[in-house]
């Protein structure tokens, strides 16, 4: 059985989507980051990133979303798309490992995180987020997913980051993506998508942003000079 490391954050959805469409067992390992649980050496011998998600799969760890995404999707071989595609694929997803996630997560960090707003910072995240949500509103057009009639680990990727478009961009805002808002909403009437949201509901994490919280997110910040 998977052992599924879970925190409830888009990355680690994202995992909990396709174990849930591919309809395949695990068990849940909750990592409480704001407890600074991600910095336990035992989870470091899975992850040596301290990042959620993570799984071991008999013996074999496999950490970071994408990579996870990848490695379920070849072992079961659901959710790739057709052989002919495979470069889309890779570079669509791709596309959302390196610029959707990273520019959604540094816009929310210096809105809603940051000790001091900067304007400059804010301006640039929240404004490549856009950039990065236009061009995929663009690639859909009028298909019903990424690659076009294909359901595939590039929708789950990108599913993961765009259900959070309220805290990235500000609430109503993904109406400004047409094409987007209809992909995202049709992926998010799938009743993995509902199972995959209930992920954890039964566990309980901390949600205190104090200073235990700050400093086991950032233990940059608090780095003796």
């Given at each position: 059985m998977i052992k599924f490391y879970y925190h409830p954050?888009?990355?680690p959805v994202k995992v909990a989507l396709f174990l849930e469409e591919a309809g395949l067992d695990y068990?849940?390992?909750?990592?409480?980051?704001l407890k600074g649980e991600q910095h336990a050496l035992d989870f470091r011998k899975v992850n040596p990133n301290g990042k959620l998600p993570a799984i071991e799969d008999d013996g074999v760890r496999v950490f970071d979303s994408t990579a996870i995404l990848l490695y379920l999707a070849e072992k079961t071989?659901?959710?790739l798309g057709a052989p002919e595609d495979r470069g889309e694929l890779l570079s669509w997803l791709m596309f959302v490992a390196t610029g959707i996630g990273p520019y959604s997560g540094q816009a929310v960090h210096f809105q809603h995180?940051?000790?001091?707003?900067?304007?400059?910072?804010v301006n640039r995240y929240r404004h490549e987020a856009k950039r990065h949500y236009a061009i995929l509103d663009a690639q859909i057009g009028d298909?019903?997913?990424?690659?076009?009639?294909?359901?595939?680990i590039v929708d789950i990727s990108a599913w993961g980051w765009i259900d959070r478009s309220a805290v990235v961009l500000g609430e109503g805002e993904l109406g400004a993506f047409a094409n987007l808002k209809r992909w995202f909403d049709g992926i998010?009437?799938?009743?993995?998508?509902?199972?995959a949201r209930n992920v954890g509901k039964d566990i309980t994490f901390k949600s205190e942003r104090d200073e235990e919280a700050l400093r086991a997110l950032f233990p940059q910040n608090y780095a003796a000079a």
């Amino acid at each position: 059985m998977i052992k599924f490391y879970y925190h409830p954050t888009p990355n680690p959805v994202k995992v909990a989507l396709f174990l849930e469409e591919a309809g395949l067992d695990y068990q849940i390992v909750p990592v409480d980051t704001l407890k600074g649980e991600q910095h336990a050496l035992d989870f470091r011998k899975v992850n040596p990133n301290g990042k959620l998600p993570a799984i071991e799969d008999d013996g074999v760890r496999v950490f970071d979303s994408t990579a996870i995404l990848l490695y379920l999707a070849e072992k079961t071989g659901k959710f790739l798309g057709a052989p002919e595609d495979r470069g889309e694929l890779l570079s669509w997803l791709m596309f959302v490992a390196t610029g959707i996630g990273p520019y959604s997560g540094q816009a929310v960090h210096f809105q809603h995180a940051a000790p001091e707003k900067i304007d400059y910072a804010v301006n640039r995240y929240r404004h490549e987020a856009k950039r990065h949500y236009a061009i995929l509103d663009a690639q859909i057009g009028d298909n019903e997913f990424i690659l076009g009639d294909t359901f595939t680990i590039v929708d789950i990727s990108a599913w993961g980051w765009i259900d959070r478009s309220a805290v990235v961009l500000g609430e109503g805002e993904l109406g400004a993506f047409a094409n987007l808002k209809r992909w995202f909403d049709g992926i998010s009437a799938r009743p993995a998508v509902t199972a995959a949201r209930n992920v954890g509901k039964d566990i309980t994490f901390k949600s205190e942003r104090d200073e235990e919280a700050l400093r086991a997110l950032f233990p940059q910040n608090y780095a003796a000079a």
